[in-house]
């Protein structure tokens, strides 16, 4: 029997520009709280990497009250945006391109269903 042994082959792109866009949002505003609403990424290796970093997570748009909230990969509401807004807290969403585009679609199909 013949055993192939994978190597990891890193994250998908969409992971790979949320992180990157929260390191450069650090970078951009150091004396600033940089927060990530919820998991930037679903793992747990890079919360615990961004930490290190000083860019803290929360769940709860209420819990950050200044500073710099990023939106994670996955999508977010609008009211967390409107929320954001309203408090003048510094946005940056780090949607990735794919689950954008299928979050679109499903808006377009949505509102395509209401009309008829």
Same mark, same amino acid.
């Given at each position: 029997?013949?055993?192939?042994? &994978?190597?990891?082959?890193? $994250?998908?792109?969409?992971?790979?520009?949320? %992180?990157?866009?929260?390191?450069?949002?650090? !970078?951009? $505003?150091?004396?600033? %709280?940089?927060?990530?609403?919820?998991?930037?990424? @679903?793992?747990? $290796?890079?919360?615990?990497? &961004?930490?290190?970093?000083?860019? !803290?997570?929360?769940?709860?748009?209420?819990?950050?009250?200044?500073?710099?909230? %990023?939106?994670?990969?996955?999508?977010?509401?609008?009211?967390?945006? !409107?929320?954001?807004?309203? #408090?003048?807290?510094?946005? $940056? !969403?780090?949607?990735?391109? &794919?689950?954008? #585009?299928?979050? &679109?679609? %499903?808006?377009?199909?949505?509102? @395509? @269903?209401?009309?008829?």
């Amino acid at each position: 029997m013949k055993v192939t042994i &994978l190597e990891p082959k890193g $994250y998908c792109a969409g992971v790979n520009n949320a %992180i990157s866009l929260a390191l450069k949002i650090k !970078d951009k $505003y150091p004396r600033q %709280i940089v927060t990530v609403l919820g998991m930037l990424v @679903h793992n747990s $290796y890079v919360t615990s990497f &961004l930490k290190e970093k000083g860019i !803290d997570m929360v769940d709860n748009i209420n819990d950050i009250s200044r500073g710099v909230v %990023i939106f994670t990969a996955h999508g977010h509401r609008q009211e967390w945006e !409107d929320i954001a807004k309203e #408090k003048g807290l510094i946005i $940056y !969403d780090a949607i990735c391109p &794919l689950v954008k #585009k299928n979050i &679109l679609s %499903i808006v377009n199909e949505s509102d @395509h @269903h209401q009309i008829i």
